[in-house]
T-cell receptor, first 113, second 111 residues
């Protein structure tokens, strides 16, 4: 199993550009989520999904969109990037609820200039 | 909202020393997890521990849910233990399960 994979590993955007961060898992996990990690602030939940076709907002959802068309994939879209979105983004998955053991991807380091 | 506080914020150890990291949380939780983020940024799940004590090699964790804290013990520390240790909680009344992370303890183990 590859576990949780994320692409790209690094990305630089200009303000106003859009992009999609990819996340995939091959463990047949129902629950997937996106976090951002900023210095001194730990990880904060952006969006999560409890299964295909179902998504919901986390703690810091503004500026991000998600969809879940398959069990395996959970992309995160930035429609109009802002410097405040400079961060490291982690995707995670678990078998059932978010309270189950979480498996994290390697992260995407995003810089918005 | 719920508060998750970790202490100490940073810690420097000599190789071979023992340490205890603490996580306090302000509300009832379904679950608590400990993670290690290595110097390359990878997050690894160490323990899934809603209550009681678990051990994995040189690491062990204890959660006392009624008193709203958890402890992570590292014995005979090694340089590879360096990194940031996070605790994360899942709220008892939460629908769908959302992990709330503490701010982490940054550990540096010197040879």
């Amino acid at each position: 199993n590859a576990g949780v994979t994320q692409t790209p590993k690094f990305q630089v955007l200009k303000t106003g550009q859009s992009m999609t961060l990819q996340c995939a898992q091959d463990m047949n996990h129902e629950y997937m989520s996106w976090y951002r990690q900023d210095p001194g602030m730990g990880l904060r939940l952006i969006h999560y999904s409890v299964g295909a076709g179902i998504t919901d907002q986390g703690e810091v959802p503004n500026g991000y969109n998600v969809s879940r068309s398959t069990t395996e994939d959970f992309p995160l879209r930035l429609l109009s990037a802002a410097p405040s979105q400079t961060s490291v983004y982690f995707c995670a998955s678990s078998y059932g609820q978010g309270s189950d053991e979480q498996y994290f991807g390697p992260g995407t380091r995003l810089t918005v200039t | 909202g719920i508060q998750v506080e970790q202490s100490p914020p940073d810690l420097i150890l000599q190789e071979g020393a023992n340490s205890t990291l603490r996580c306090n949380f302000s509300d009832s939780v379904n679950n608590l997890q400990w993670f290690h983020q290595n110097p390359w940024g990878q997050l690894i799940n160490l323990f899934y521990i809603p209550s009681g004590t678990k051990q994995n090699g040189r690491l062990s964790a204890t959660t006392v849910a009624t008193e709203r804290y958890s402890l992570l013990y590292i014995s005979s520390s090694q340089t590879t233990d360096s990194g940031v240790y996070f605790c994360a909680v899942d709220l008892l009344y939460n629908q769908g399960g959302k992990l709330i992370f503490g701010q982490g303890t940054e550990l540096s183990v010197k040879p």
